[in-house]
C-alpha cells in the first residue's frame, strides 16, 4: 500500500531525555499543525532531524528515541553537531536565509557552508531513498533541503515528488548573485510539483530557471527535457477554529480564571480605558522590521503628540538564532531602542512600550490577540507572516485593526487589512493614526471578509490541495484559424450590405463595441457608440441586436431607453424595441448552490478576481489579477469545471478574462438562430470577441459574414484587431 512521506529539517515532535528514558511529544508549530491531517490520515512517515545532535544523544538511548519517533510514524536523520553549523546555522541561515530575504549585506557565501549542505541534502535523501517505495508520494518542505528532491529522483524516476518553498524566492537579479544558483535550481526540478505562498515568488522561480537553465517555460510549467514540472502558488493557511474557538473560550473565562498576563491586561484597560494596545509579534529576526517598526512608532508619537498616553506597543519577540552574531547584534539594537524610547517618552504613569524577549504559550498567545485593538506587523520581508491570520482569527466580535506589510506574503490575501510600506514612516504614521480612529462599523465590516476567508482557506485546504494537485500532475498539450481583414474584403463586405435587401446584424458589446474595463459596470457606451448605434437601428431595411454576456439590469439601463433588440446573459432575455426583457429561455438555477463554492475556492487563491452572480449563471472574473496567473488559474478552473459540469446540463463559457458557467440549453448561437428564423435576411453580420461568441459564427449559415474581434482561434471568418477596428468598421454601414 502506497504511503506519503513528509521531509523537513525538524521533526514534528519535541525529544526530551528525562531520567534515563526519552519522551516524545508532539510540535505546536505551523509546518506541524498543516501537515497534521496528512500525516495522521492513512499511511504516513515524517521524515527529519530529531532536534538532538549526535553529540547530545546517549549510544544507549538510540533504540528508545527511535521507538518513541516510531509511535508517532515519525524516523530521524542523524546529524552532528559540526553538520548543523555547516548545514543549518551557515548555508541555511547565513546564506540562503538573507539572500532569499533580499539582506544580500548579511549574506555569506561559504565553500564549507555549501559543501556541509550538499552533504546534508544527501543524507536526508538517503533516508527517503531507503524509507521510500516506487508509488509513495513524497512530500519535501523548505529552504534546508532544496538539493533532496533531484538527488531523490535520480534513485526513483517514477515517484511523486512535491516541495515547498515557506519563504520567498528573490528576483532572478538577487537570485543570480548565489555562486551554487544552478545547483540549487536543477535541484528543485527534481520534483514534479514545486510550491510557493505567492505568485510573485513562483514568477521569480520561473524566471530565473527559464534565464540560468535555458529551459522552455509555458505559463507554470517547465519543460525539463524529459518529463514536465508544475509550478504553482498556494498561500498556506492557519488552523482557523483552533485560535477563533481558544479566542471564544478565552473570553468566557471568569476573572479569578484568568491567566497572570490577562489579569495584567484587564487591570491596565480599567485603569486608561482609552488607551489603545497595538501589538507587535515576531521571531526576532532582521527580515521582521522590529527595529524600524520602534522607529516608526516614536515617528508617529513625535508627529501626533496627542496620542501619547492614549496608545501602548506592545512587543512581543521570540528569540531566534541566538548563536548567529546577526542576531546577537540585532537583539542588543532593539534594547537599546526600546530603553532611549521609553526613557525620552514614558510619564508617571505611562510607558510607551511593552516589550517582551520570550517565547510564550499559546495561551497567552490567544491573551494578546484577544486584548489588543491593533496588530501592526511590519516585516521588510516575510514569506507569509501567519501571526496576521491568528490575530484575525481571534477576534470574535469582528473588531480590531490588521496593519500589515505589503512585503509579506500573506498581503496578498489580506487586501481588506490596512498595508503599509515598512519603510515609509510617513505612511505608517497616518495609518497607525487611521487604525487607532476607525470606526467599530468599518472594523467589523473588514475582518468579516478576512475571516470569511481565512475559515474556508485553511491550513489543512492548503495542504489538501498541495497534494491534490501532485497527484493530478502525475496522471499528465493548440492553434489558431483566422484570415485578417483587408480593405478589398472590407469594400465587398460593405458592397454586399448595401445591396441587401434584409439585413440581420448581431454585435457583442464587450470587447468588441466596448474596451474592457477593471470594474465591469465602468465599461458604459460613450456618445460616439450611441450615435453609430442609433444611426444602424433606424435604417431601414435593418434589425440590429445587441448580443450580450451581460446582465439584463445593466442592458436595461444602458441601452433600453434606445430601443435596440437586445439578447443579454448568452440568451436568456430577449427585449425588442424598447419593450421589457422577457425570458427567450426557461432555464434553471438550482445547480449554482453546488458551484459557487468552486468559484470561492478559486477567489481565494487568485488575487484580484471576483465573482459575478447573474439571474441564471455565474461569471468568475480574473482582469484584474496578474495576467500570467490569470491565465493559469482560468486553465485549472476550466478543468475543475468541465468534470463537475458534465452531468449536469451545464456548460462552461470562457470569455475575456471571465470563465461562465450557465445552462447549456442556452448560448448566443441557439438565440441567434431564432432570430434568424422570424424572416428572410439575405445579408447577416456576426461580430464578437471572445468563446463565448462561437456558439454564434457556428450556428449562423455558411453565408454569415462573420468576425472575430482579436486574433485567436475562431469559427469565424475574419478578424479585425480590436475595438477600434470594429468602430471604423460599422461607422462604414452608416455612411
Known sequence: MSKTIIISNRLPVQLQISEGGIVATPSVGGLATGMKSIHNSGESLWIGWSGLTDEETPAQLNNAIDEALAEHNCSRVNLSQQEMEGYYFGFSNRTIWPLFHYFMEYTEFELSFWESYKAVNQKFADAIIAKSNDDDI????????????????????????GFFLHIPFPS?????????????????????????????????????????????????????????????????????????????????????????????????????????LILSIDRLDYSKGIAKRISAFEYFLNKYPEYKEKVRLVILAVPSRSNVPQYKLLKKEIDELVGRLNGELSTVNWTPIWYFYRSMPFKNLIDLYTSSDIAWLTPLRDGMNLVAKEYIATRTDKTGVLILSEMAGSAYEMNEALLINPNNFEHQAETLK???????????ARNMFLQKRLERYNVEVWAREFMNALKNQMKNNEAFVSKKMDNQILKHIIQDYKKAKNRLIFLDYDGTLADFHVDPQKASPDEALYEVLDKIHNQKNT???????????????????KKYNMIVEHGVWISRNGEEFSMLEKVKSDWMHKIKPVLESFVDRTPGSFIEEKNYSLAWHYRNTDPDFGEKRATELNTVLTSLTSNDSLSVLNGNKVMEVKSSNVNKGRAAVRVLSESNFDFIFAMGDDWTDEYMFEELPESTISIKVGRQKTQAKYFVANTKKVRELIQKFVK
Open 138 to 161: 513524497i512530500w519535501i518542505h523548505d529552504y534546508q533541503l532544496m538539493l533532496v528532491p533531484q538527488m531523490v529522483k535520480e534513485k526513483k524516476p517514477n515517484a511523486a515528488i
Open 172 to 276: 532572478y537579479e538577487i537570485f543570480r548573485t548565489l555562486p551554487w544558483r544552478e545547483e540549487l535550481l536543477t535541484g528543485l526540478l527534481g520534483a514534479d510539483l514545486i510550491g510557493f505562498h505567492t505568485y510573485d515568488y513562483e514568477r521569480h522561480f520561473l524566471s530565473s530557471v527559464r534565464r540560468l537553465l535555458g529551459l522552455e517555460v509555458s505559463f507554470n510549467d517547465i519543460n525539463t527535457g524529459n518529463r514536465i514540472v508544475k509550478v504553482d502558488s498556494f498561500p498556506m493557511g492557519i488552523d482557523y477554529k483552533k485560535f477563533h474557538d481558544a479566542a471564544i473560550t478565552h473570553n468566557a473565562l471568569a476573572p479569578e480564571n484568568r491567566s497572570i498576563l490577562q489579569k495584567r491586561l484587564d487591570d491596565h484597560k480599567i485603569s486608561a480605558p482609552d488607551t489603545k
Open 434 to 444: 487611521k487604525a487607532i480612529t476607525m470606526p467599530k462599523k468599518e472594523q467589523m
Open 543 to 561: 434589425t440590429l441586436f445587441l448580443i450580450s454576456g451581460r446582465d439584463k439590469q445593466t442592458f436595461t439601463k444602458w441601452f433600453l431607453h
